[in-house]
């Protein structure tokens, strides 16, 4: 995954977000009127919703985002149900999407193949021999998708930003971070030694005897825990310029050692490879360590740990529920697993997620929702240049800089303007499901790898088009809204302008913010990392950035227990604050000359932010919330409202609320950026 997109909404391992189905009107029943919105505006405006709500047992929550992935993913299940029953032109959307998804759905066949599909794989890690071999292999594995040791792909040089450069990052853990190795809590012992039991009970299932297994599980959790204590911390991994080490090939070895690069670039295919980014120098400088030091038994366990937890999805049912059982359940809460067609569709938009995308667009997005959404950027776009115009605390210098940005910011919308070209692909119902993932995960190696020595192609999407989210790119300097998220209750033709403006408008603020956060501020306008900015500037900036880092390390979750880091997330709380805001101030503009009369006993204003708050009605199982608090750079959902709502003067005015009262931050305590 590119490093340097700055995601709007919460990555929510593999389940998104809602409960408004396709209307235009707020749903006015989630409000509890018992709750005054100047004490607490989340419970008011979602408190009812909040007293009834069940998690189904497939999932890690539910929620305004849930519900609308849910309701898309039945969409494409019907997509995928019709392309397989078709007979569509070979090598056409359809029959790729036809034939994955019959080959995932095939789970006789599956069940019945057990290991050998990964054969191939596990017997060449079986063959390894030599530092070399360990080096081929970690190569090969990454051909096909399967993570393993480090980070490896193509992306735009962050301080060339129209050329290509190969980039090296940390990686290679089992566990969702480096902290879950050494957080000295009985959850995460426990954790810790679960995780062990469970590599074992995967490597029996590969088929090694369960004592081999017993010491290869240990093995892994050993070099797991040396590569964690090379790892950046997530906090660190925020700050771009540490991030970029540009470094010629010809002088790796000063920092990796005789970690042999020549033979990497080889086994992987990348073909003139003059410079990398070493994300992290001191973590490849350890790995490069114990490359030497760790016994081979060791490496061939750890890739075939890996390869095996990359599989297990796509093979038979005892790979299948045990790694649900400690991915799912016992790190997450997640009671059940999903069925089987929603498995089978999310890897198909995983894989193939163009050829997906292409039926997805011609059924479910028209046209018009394209032309008003751009619209709305437009309006803030004006909203925001307004507000850069008049900052108080920004000089003129970077005033200028900083407007120079926001007009050069480019607008992604929908879906690509051209689609991935999969004639090199080849899918089939015949081969194993194993296979064909692998198969769409290498083409996708091919095609990144091919990348070098080209310029870059601002025109690439890196979400699928029926993706619930949206994302700011730095380096492209561009926003991106895939069509998957242009629905109710973010985003509806018929909604009235409050609505429409609280929901997907505050989100295109929230992205359009991204670009002049604390990570965002450090790219120009054509997305190179470049300090534009005067030191006044900057001073003020950070200043502003403090309180809002100080304002959400006092919210905690589970009552009490965890603190969000107001470090970690600072990134999106300044995009949420900012998108809020600027949002509001396009609405007052799209409103100018029109009716403000009320609609349900609300004013254009309180809808505004009763739709704002709708959009991040959620409830997630415990588990999940303690892992997301380590993990995850956005805050929980109700301190998304409650956080950014509580500095804004409208806010204030639109709900009455008076000083002393909950949600009236302060003096000093008040946050204004944007």
């Avoid at 709305?376 to 115009?389: T, W």
């Avoid at 505050?506 to 306008?525: C, K, L, N, P």
Wanted: proline share 4%; hydrophobic share 40%.
């Amino acid at each position: 995954m590119r490093n340097h997109i700055i995601r709007a909404l919460p990555l929510l391992a593999a389940s998104f977000i809602f409960t408004l189905a396709l209307r235009a009107e707020l749903d006015l029943g989630a409000i509890d009127s018992s709750v005054r919105p100047q004490d607490d505006f989340f419970e008011y405006a979602n408190g009812s919703w909040l007293k009834t709500v069940e998690i189904p047992g497939d999932q890690l929550g539910w929620g305004s985002f849930y519900e609308l992935i849910d309701r898309t993913q039945k969409n494409l299940h019907e997509i995928c149900e019709n392309a397989a029953a078709a007979s569509a032109r070979a090598g056409s959307p359809a029959r790729m999407v036809g034939d994955f998804y019959a080959s995932g759905m095939n789970e006789g066949a599956i069940n019945a193949a057990g290991v050998k599909p990964i054969q191939p794989q596990l017997d060449l890690i079986a063959g390894i021999k030599s530092r070399a071999d360990v080096i081929k292999v970690i190569a090969a594995l990454k051909q096909i998708g399967v993570r393993n040791s480090f980070g490896f792909y193509v992306d735009a040089d962050e301080k060339d930003s129209e050329s290509y450069l190969a980039q090296v990052t940390q990686g290679g853990l089992g566990l969702p971070d480096r902290d879950y190795y050494f957080t000295d809590s009985e959850k995460m012992k426990k954790l810790r030694a679960e995780y062990v039991e469970h590599i074992a009970k995967m490597l029996v299932f590969a088929g090694d005897p369960p004592e081999t297994a017993r010491v290869a599980a240990q093995a892994v959790m050993n070099l797991e825990t040396k590569l964690a204590a090379a790892s950046r911390t997530r906090v660190q991994l925020r700050d771009p310029e540490a991030n970029y080490n540009k470094t010629a090939v010809a002088d790796l070895a000063k920092i990796t050692g005789d970690f042999d690069w020549a033979v990497f670039f080889k086994a992987i295919g990348a073909r003139n490879v003059r410079s990398v980014n070493l994300g992290q120098p001191d973590f490849m400088r350890a790995f490069a360590a114990q490359l030497n030091e760790t016994p081979l038994a060791d490496w061939r366990a750890y890739l075939r740990w890996n390869l095996v937890r990359g599989a297990a999805p796509c093979l038979g049912d005892d790979f299948v529920n045990e790694n649900f059982a400690f991915y799912g359940r016992a790190l997450n809460g997640q009671k059940e697993i999903k069925v089987r067609w929603k498995r089978v569709t999310e890897s198909i938009d995983d894989g193939i997620g163009d050829a997906l995308g292409q039926l997805y667009v011609a059924k479910y997005f028209p046209p018009a929702s394209k032309a008003r959404v751009l619209k709305l950027v437009e309006d803030l776009r004006s909203a925001l240049r307004a507000r850069i115009e008049t900052l108080e605390w920004m000089d003129a210098p970077t005033r200028a800089r900083a407007l120079e940005k926001l007009n050069s910011f480019s607008v992604k919308m929908g879906y690509p303007d051209k689609w991935r070209d999969y004639s090199t692909l080849t899918i089939s119902r015949d081969a194993s499901y194993v296979e064909n993932v692998f198969a769409a995960n290498a083409y996708e190696m091919r095609r990144n790898l091919a990348k070098i020595g080209q310029p870059v192609d601002r025109t690439e999407w890196f979400m699928t088009a029926s993706t619930i989210n949206a994302y700011y790119n730095p380096v492209e300097n561009c926003i991106v809204f895939p069509a998957g998220i242009l629905q109710p209750p973010f985003f509806d033709a018929n909604a009235d302008d409050a609505v429409n403006y609280g929901g997907i408008g505050s989100v295109i603020g929230h992205e359009m913010t991204h670009g002049f956060d604390d990570q965002g501020r450090q790219y120009d306008a054509r997305g190179n990392l470049k300090d534009w900015w005067t030191p006044q500037s900057t001073e003020a900036f950070n200043k502003r950035a403090a309180v809002i880092i100080d304002q959400f390390n006092n919210y905690t979750v589970l009552d009490g227990a965890l603190h969000v880091n107001g470090t970690l997330t600072q990134g999106e709380n300044i995009a949420d604050l900012g998108g809020v805001k600027i949002a509001y101030a396009a609405l007052q503009r799209a409103l100018a000359g029109q009716s403000r009369a009320k609609i349900g006993g609300y004013t254009p204003e309180q809808r505004f932010f009763l739709s704002y708050a709708s959009i991040w009605r959620e409830v997630r199982r415990p588990e999940y919330r303690r892992n997301l608090i380590v993990i995850d750079p956005h805050s929980p959902a109700e301190w998304r409202v409650r956080g950014p709502l509580s500095n804004l003067e409208e806010f204030w005015k639109a709900f009455d609320v008076k000083e002393g009262d909950k949600m009236r931050r302060g003096g000093s305590d008040i946050v204004t950026i944007w």
